[in-house]
């Protein structure tokens, strides 16, 4: 009896416990928080706000789809091409992006066996309903069949495929497949830095990928596309995103996506568009003439940095293009270029860098006379040029010299210490043989790996033509050009290198 009392006297604090902890655990959940702090409601304004941005999202993701497609295409085992040949012996691998790319470096292109058959995929977007399908040059460049596959399933054989490397554009056209949802090309000159956007394609062949991002960066160069400026995005772009379409919440196109800037071939944060205004004017005359005419004047140009400014009379901020060769036969020597010249603006425009100058040049109508202004030993002038259409094999003229021929000594050399440089005169084989006839100057014979000279970039075999506003056709002329200049203020040389003419300025 004893034992039992004991032990149902012991159930009562042991139940009194349970029932405390219970009304704890309840007051705890009302209360919501550890500390008897109310729980905090989600903000209704701010979750409408982020569910409006949702559903615009949604939308525009939504109207686009159907007109983004993906492209498949196949290239057949081929001989080596003359532009493999090309490009090999100048240092690029016809192989590269192949399994085959590390097994041909270094190794001679003759007797090679056939580039093997490849297969590749990219994306693309219809913007014509008649079946014209806007992509990427390099997503369908030497292909020998192109399919089409729609967002519905269907596929169908490209043809009439118009390219233009320059801008790494394309158009394809596809036929049988009715009317088509064709996305509308918006205005990228109204894009601005933080604007959201959507980029629509088929990455590791998953297709109708879409991610997003916003705009982080306007006017980039890349060295591989001479004739584009690029929008920066953030929005994830991957093998097989190019020639998607890179939408604003409006779901118009505004940028066809081309590239990504990356150590491991794969997104990393930075991807880069063609605007849609540059597409609009490649597109068209791709669509309506089959090829691109693009205007030219036919200078060679370089930046003007604020040294170089100084010494060319250009105000601080101005920017501006310096014109370092005139080519003879072309608009700008017709119309009167001279190197030196520092151009201001084109047809009414300001210039600030070359970017922005060959892209007013190319678009201008062919045959019309357009207004250049230029700084000419420190005074403003305009010139009139007639605008004429860039010849087929005008990017390729670049003067093919073989370095290290210049290096042996002749009798009458000067040794420019200051500078750190030897020159001496050029003969006729040598200018011959380095690509150099017709110029004249003095050729740079030894450079001091620790002086000014070297760290501007100058190198045995190239020529100078000019001390300051001194043209210099031997050694002598050299010599007092150079004595009249003052370090400290700086010494600007006009040389001919291996890819034209360039300004050096060297200054202490």
Same mark, same amino acid.
């Given at each position: ?15 009194l416990?349970l ?13 919501g928080a550890?500390g008897?702090?109310p729980r ?9 706000h982020?569910e409006e941005l949702s559903?615009a999202?949604h939308n525009?993701?939504?109207v686009?789809?159907p007109?983004?497609v993906? &492209?498949?295409s ?8 003359n @532009?493999d040949r090309?490009?090999f @012996?100048?240092g690029?691998?016809?192989f ?8 041909? #470096?270094?190794?001679?292109?003759e007797?090679?066996?056939?580039q093997?058959?490849r297969?590749?995929?990219?994306s693309?977007?219809?913007?014509? #309903? ?5 992509t990427?040059n ?7 069949e192109v ?9 169908? #054989? ?22 088509l949802p ?15 956007v &959507? ?7 998953l297709e ?7 705009i982080?960066? +306007?006017?980039r160069?890349l ?7 690029f *929008?920066q995005?953030d929005?994830a &772009?991957?093998?097989g995103?190019?020639?998607?379409p890179? &939408?604003?919440?409006?779901g118009e +196109? ?11 071939g794969s997104f990393?944060?930075?991807g ?6 540059q597409?609009?004017w490649?597109m068209?005359?791709?669509i309506n003439?089959g ?5 030219y004047?036919?200078?060679?140009i ?7 400014a ?22 700008a ?10 151009v201001?603006k084109?047809a009414?425009q300001?210039?600030k ?5 060959q892209?007013?040049?190319e ?10 202004e230029?700084l ?5 002038m ?17 003067r093919? +010299?073989?370095?290290?021929h210049?290096s042996? @000594? ?6 420019a210490?200051n *500078? ?5 005169e ?6 011959e043989e380095l690509?150099?006839?017709g110029?004249s ?6 450079v001091?790996?620790e @002086? ?7 190198r045995e075999?190239m *020529?100078i033509?000019?001390v ?8 002598e002329?050299? #010599? ?5 200049e ?8 006009h ?5 034209g003419n360039?300004?050096?300025? *060297?200054?202490?």
């Amino acid at each position: 009896m004893s034992t039992r009392r004991f032990q149902g006297f012991s159930r009562i604090p042991v139940l009194l416990v349970l029932l405390v902890a219970l009304g704890a655990a309840a007051a705890w959940q009302r209360s919501g928080a550890v500390g008897d702090e109310p729980r905090k409601e989600v903000n209704p304004t701010a979750r409408r706000h982020a569910e409006e941005l949702s559903e615009a999202f949604h939308n525009a993701t939504e109207v686009t789809m159907p007109s983004v497609v993906t &492209i498949r295409s196949k290239t057949k085992a081929h001989p080596v091409s003359n @532009k493999d040949r090309r490009n090999f @012996k100048e240092g690029e691998n016809p192989f590269k992006g192949t399994p085959f790319e590390d097994f041909f #470096k270094g190794r001679d292109l003759e007797g090679m066996m056939p580039q093997p058959r490849r297969e590749g995929m990219g994306s693309g977007v219809i913007i014509d #309903k008649s079946g014209i399908v806007l992509t990427n040059n390099h997503v369908v460049e030497g292909a020998d069949e192109v399919i089409v596959h729609l967002a519905d399933g269907r596929e169908f #054989k490209g043809y009439d495929i118009k390219t233009d490397e320059h801008s790494d554009l394309a158009v394809v056209r596809i036929k049988g497949a009715g009317s088509l949802p064709a996305a509308p090309l918006g205005d990228s000159d109204k894009l601005r830095i933080g604007d959201w956007v &959507i980029a629509i394609g088929n990455p590791f062949e998953l297709e109708q990928t879409v991610s997003a991002g916003i705009i982080s960066g +306007v006017g980039r160069e890349l060295s591989s596309i001479r004739r584009a400026k690029f *929008l920066q995005t953030d929005a994830a &772009i991957n093998p097989g995103n190019s020639g998607g379409p890179l &939408i604003n919440l409006g779901g118009e +196109v505004i940028g066809i996506n081309t590239a990504i800037a990356s150590n491991n071939g794969s997104f990393q944060g930075i991807g880069f568009a063609i605007p849609s205004n540059q597409v609009k004017w490649v597109m068209n005359q791709l669509i309506n003439k089959g090829s691109v005419e693009r205007a030219y004047l036919g200078v060679g140009i370089g930046e003007v940095n604020r040294e170089m400014a100084t010494k060319f009379g250009v105000k601080d901020g101005d920017g501006g293009v310096l014109v370092s060769e005139v080519f003879p036969n072309t608009p700008a020597s017709d119309a009167g270029f001279e190197a030196g010249d520092v151009v201001t603006k084109f047809a009414g425009q300001k210039v600030k860098n070359p970017r922005d100058l060959q892209e007013l040049v190319e678009r201008v109508p062919l045959d019309s006379t357009q207004k250049v202004e230029v700084l000419r030993d420190g005074k403003t002038m305009t010139l009139d040029i007639v605008a004429k259409a860039l010849p087929k094999e005008f990017g390729n003229l670049e003067r093919r +010299v073989r370095p290290g021929h210049g290096s042996s @000594k002749n009798s009458d050399s000067f040794d420019a210490e200051n *500078l750190g440089i030897e020159v001496a005169e050029m003969t006729a084989d040598q200018a011959e043989e380095l690509g150099y006839k017709g110029y004249s100057g003095v050729l740079i014979t030894s450079v001091d790996p620790e @002086k000014l000279a070297a760290e501007q970039g100058l190198r045995e075999g190239m *020529l100078i033509m000019k001390v300051g506003r001194t043209a210099v056709k031997n050694v002598e002329e050299f #010599k007092a050009a150079v004595k009249s200049e003052d370090l400290k203020d700086g010494v600007v040389l006009h040389v001919r290198t291996k890819a034209g003419n360039r300004f050096v300025l *060297l200054k202490e």
